[in-house]
């Protein structure tokens, strides 16, 4: 063969591995995209219940007696406060994602203005229990926001160990929760189901029974109240708006909305707190079997994938609260839950307090 003849074979064969070559990465490519190929960008990631975004001002509407209180405690934790303490929780949970912290930030603040406004508050999720431990690691900043909330720090104390969940005390949870926020599918997600418990008939005929002064001292943060002129119109809303119920469930007829305070010029987005309440309080004075089909009842398809938006039922409390340090009931749950819910369910028993006694976690 001559040197000619060589050169045309020697391309040839350079041809033929060059089209190898391409025929190949472009079979592999193909096999990428379809899904077969091991890219991570392949996977079909399922839409996150934790995707839409938390609402302003914890998602109390304006007008609310609690607006001021939401918003104060917006602006008392900053931006940059929240990237330490994220940065804290990523070091523990590294595949954490934005959207989930962005919930469990959010249902922590809305815990805080609950413990702002209440003598007990329960902890109802290990997850969002794991970011307050974070929080209370920065002593100073922590010290100052529960100052800027409520007058004192929120503290946060153990149980005694094998302590039992009071079912009536997470349905009363529930009545202020709902009487305060939003509904949102992420909550019910990281709370556990909402309005699964019934109201005790004796909270009820307290309510019905005693005054706002006694309701207040046994129900409420007195310290707080005199100190934040918000605080204290929350909480004589809560009452009277409790009150109003009680009697209308006790006297079986529905509750008239705007006796619960009179002084309250509020538009529509006063419907977007509080909708469950009556049938709570209605369905609570009816036998225990009976509770969760009348609840189930009273809710549209759409508000039953809200509220009940968890793995399992209602969670038993992984702590509780009260103004003097001392805990509620808590106990451990079994419930699993899906990636981003408290799969936990529960855990360990603890307590917060905003004015109280000292704090142990």
Not at 56 to 84: M, Y
Not at 142 to 166: D, R, T, V, W
């Amino acid at each position: 063969m001559g040197v000619g003849g060589v050169a045309v074979l020697f391309v040839f064969v350079l041809i033929v591995m060059i089209s190898v070559v391409v025929v190949r990465s472009s079979s592999k490519n193909r096999g990428s995209r379809v899904g077969g190929g091991s890219s991570p960008r392949i996977s079909r990631i399922s839409p996150s219940v934790f995707a839409s975004k938390p609402p302003v001002a914890l998602g109390v509407p304006e007008g609310h007696p609690a607006h001021s209180a939401a918003k104060r405690l917006e602006a008392a934790l900053s931006s940059d406060f929240e990237a330490r303490v994220k940065d804290r929780v990523l070091k523990a949970q590294p595949r954490l994602r934005d959207d989930e912290w962005n919930w469990l930030w959010f249902e922590l603040k809305r815990y805080f203005l609950m413990c702002a406004l209440l003598r007990n508050v329960p902890m109802y999720s290990a997850k969002v229990d794991d970011v307050w431990h974070e929080i209370l690691m920065f002593t100073w900043e922590y010290e100052q926001f529960g100052k800027q909330l409520c007058g004192s720090m929120i503290h946060h104390a153990p149980h005694a160990a094998g302590s039992k969940p009071n079912s009536g005390e997470r349905a009363w949870f529930d009545w202020v929760y709902g009487e305060l926020f939003e509904a949102a599918a992420p909550s019910s997600r990281l709370w556990g189901a909402f309005y699964r418990t019934p109201l005790s008939k004796e909270r009820i005929a307290e309510l019905q029974e005693h005054s706002r002064e006694e309701l207040l001292e046994r129900h409420f943060n007195t310290a707080a109240a005199e100190k934040f002129e918000d605080l204290r119109s929350a909480m004589h809303y809560l009452i009277e708006r409790g009150s109003s119920l009680a009697r209308a469930a006790l006297d079986r007829r529905p509750a008239d909305r705007n006796s619960a305070n009179d002084t309250a010029n509020w538009g529509d987005p006063v419907y977007m707190t509080g909708i469950l309440s009556g049938a709570l309080f209605f369905a609570s004075m009816d036998s225990e079997d009976k509770f969760i089909q009348q609840m189930d009842g009273a809710q549209t398809k759409e508000q039953r994938d809200v509220t009940n938006n968890s793995s399992c039922g209602s969670s038993p409390a992984v702590y509780g609260s009260d103004d003097k340090g001392s805990g509620n009931d808590g106990s451990n749950s079994g419930c699993g839950g899906s990636s981003g819910g408290d799969s936990s369910g529960g855990g360990s028993s603890c307590g917060s307090s905003c004015g109280g006694g000292g704090c142990s976690s």
